[in-house]
């Protein structure tokens, strides 16, 4: 099964339809065993120190994994960046497949991206309609579990936003990726409903250091809404396929985004916000729009680094639950 | 007796509260107290508190704070109660002591020590800057220096040694700033050497100093300013630096009698409140 690197969530069933094993590289860098070490290598090549560290983790991944020779890079709708990253993998041979979602969430334009994708595949509708079937399955059980999480305390953060990033690709293998989740689903029911007193969401892109979702836990706050992580289980999965990707909101506008996260936070309850961006990226920007639409307490925090939370970090999460309370 | 222990990234401040709700204060370098007083043991942050020796270091501060300062501290051995807080709050953990949220402690302090219990707390200390919104005596909103720490006591120490001057001068000066732009703390002090080449007077240089500190705080402060800002932490005794802030932002600029005590003023209400 030959593989593709993917720089975001793309209609991963075009991928599957033909027979080709995604890998979404934010999910490889991260959990490779030493992520700063892929941080440094694309330095080492000429990448700017200040750049947002997941396109540097990216291109030394794709760099390293002698089985991905074709990217799917997202243009539009996630990070600029991204433009210069499959230009410099380019230049070492990769073949890069462009795919943009519009602004403006045009249909048209979007159907017209989806098919080109389609095309450099050599699939047709009906097979990527069958493909998303069997991935429905398992994204069902995911969104059941994220259901587990703020309904009924079963699930913690950290569980929560592992299952559904996973969604991006389903780890390369949606069948293996099912029992996985079964499995986690099965013991999930088995344990005490969670305890914390405040709830929290957490918006923005997933975060670059692994462990705020214990400590968040620790300190009797749990996050029960993963913003972005929710929707690359596409919660909107409607009868066309088109209109699917045109309800993920992700890659749309800020105000599009604010009315998923506006309905989320009162359907599960949710005490204050916790917004994560990453050191250089435009999306720090946002935040000034989102501390004025949102009326609950929002705490902002910046990662840079592949690692644990700093000192300061967790001063200011300790400050932010201390106002909580 | 109650002891509040604030531990800063430069020093270490020790309120001491008996009963009647009188003070005295105690400072130590930061780096000396933990090599000569602290040890690590099981991942905690044991102290020698009967050898801190405070009835000697008292005399040092008040001689260096000429005389503002309560003492004397007679009788101090072992405190009945510790709570602590500050930056190395996270990184050490005080044995024995109970341990609060450092802008908590600043909160609890500024109401204390000014009676207020609306306004905008600005403290600025070694390298932390920290901008809360106070309503009703509990905070509202906050927010801190992040990746940089060219807005705080550290920023000024060092342009004062660029300048061959201590903090106390520095302060003195706020008309006719020159202006510095640079984003890096250390890339500062080189713009700075090079506006002495250009045979800027040592007051200009030093109110350009004081000006970029609150150049660099505006954007925080405008965003959780109210009617009444009380100003804490070292910076505090900068003269210069509370006038621009009157200044520039219109509001009513209140310092502490100990700005520099505060956290550590606060650890001490925080225990009486829950004894």
């Given amino acids: 099964m030959p593989k593709v690197g993917i720089t975001t969530t793309i209609p991963v069933e075009v991928v599957y339809a033909a027979g080709w094993q995604p890998v979404d590289l934010n999910n490889s860098f991260i959990a490779s065993s030493n992520p700063r070490l892929l941080v440094e290598e694309a330095e080492m090549a000429g990448y700017p120190r200040n750049i947002c560290a997941w396109i540097k983790g990216i291109y030394s991944t794709v760099r390293k994994d002698e089985q991905i020779k074709t990217l799917i890079a997202v243009t539009q709708g996630d990070c600029s960046n991204t433009h210069a990253l499959m230009e410099t993998l380019q230049l070492t041979g990769i073949n890069v497949i462009p795919f943009a979602y519009p602004y403006d969430r045009d249909y048209d334009m979007l159907k017209l991206q989806i098919e080109k994708l389609m095309e450099a595949f050599g699939v047709n509708w009906q097979q990527v309609y069958e493909a998303r079937q069997k991935l429905n399955k398992v994204r069902e059980k995911v969104r059941k579990l994220d259901e587990m999480t703020w309904r009924s305390n079963l699930v913690s953060g950290w569980d929560n936003h592992f299952y559904q990033v996973c969604c991006s690709d389903f780890n390369g293998n949606p069948e293996e990726f099912n029992k996985r989740v079964e499995d986690f689903l099965k013991g999930s029911n088995e344990t005490a409903p969670k305890q914390e007193k405040i709830r929290l969401g957490y918006i923005g892109v997933p975060p670059i ?17 993963n913003e972005t992580q929710r929707q690359f289980t596409m919660p909107d999965s409607v009868g066309d396929f088109v209109e699917q990707y045109r309800k993920y ?14 309905r989320e936070i009162e359907r599960r309850n949710i005490d204050g916000i916790i917004h994560y961006a990453q050191s250089f990226c435009f999306r720090q920007i946002e935040d000034l729009i989102i501390r004025e639409r949102l009326s609950l307490p929002v705490l902002t925090l910046e990662g840079d680094m592949p690692n644990s939370l700093d000192a300061r970090t967790r001063m200011r999460v300790d400050a932010y639950l201390e106002m909580l309370r | 007796m109650l002891w509040g222990i604030d531990l800063g990234s430069r020093n270490v401040k020790i309120a001491v509260m008996r009963e009647d709700e009188s003070f005295s204060f105690y400072k130590f370098d930061t780096i000396g107290f933990y090599k000569k007083f602290g040890r690590m043991k099981d991942g905690q942050l044991t102290v020698d508190f009967t050898n801190l020796g405070l009835d000697r270091e008292v005399r040092a501060i008040n001689e260096k704070f000429a005389g503002d300062l309560s003492g004397p501290a007679y009788g101090i051995n072992a405190p009945a109660k510790v709570v602590a807080t500050g930056y190395g709050r996270q990184t050490v953990k005080l044995k024995g002591a109970e341990n609060i949220v450092e802008i908590k402690a600043h909160v609890l302090g500024a109401n204390f020590q000014t009676g207020l219990k609306d306004f905008t707390l600005l403290d600025l200390g070694g390298q932390d800057s920290k ?56 890339f500062g002090e080189t713009e700075l050497i090079g506006k ?17 500190i609150f150049k660099r705080l505006k954007p925080m402060l405008s965003k959780l300013l109210s009617q009444a800002l009380v100003f804490t932490g070292g910076v505090a005794y900068n003269l210069a630096i509370r006038e621009i802030l009157k200044e520039e932002l219109g509001v009513k600029v209140l310092v502490p009698d100990y700005p520099e005590f505060n956290g550590a003023i606060g650890c001490c209400i925080f225990g009486c409140r829950n004894v």
């Fill in chain 2, 131 to 186: 901008v809360v919104l106070v309503k009703g005596g509990r905070m509202a909103d906050f927010q801190t220096n992040d990746k940089c720490a060219a807005s705080t006591g550290r920023y000024l120490e060092n342009m004062a040694a660029v300048l061959e001057i201590d903090l106390k001068e520095l302060s003195r000066h706020r008309l006719d700033p020159v202006e510095l732009t640079a984003t890096c703390a250390i």
């Fill in chain 1, 209 to 225: 250091c692994d462990d705020l979702y214990a400590y968040l836990e620790e300190r009797g706050a749990r996050v029960v809404y």
């Fill in chain 2, 196 to 212: 002495i080449v250009e045979g800027y007077s040592i007051s200009s240089l030093a109110a350009g100093v004081n000006y970029s």
């Fill in chain 1, 249 to 262: 909101t992700y890659p749309y506008g800020i105000f599009y985004r604010l009315a998923d996260i506006e």
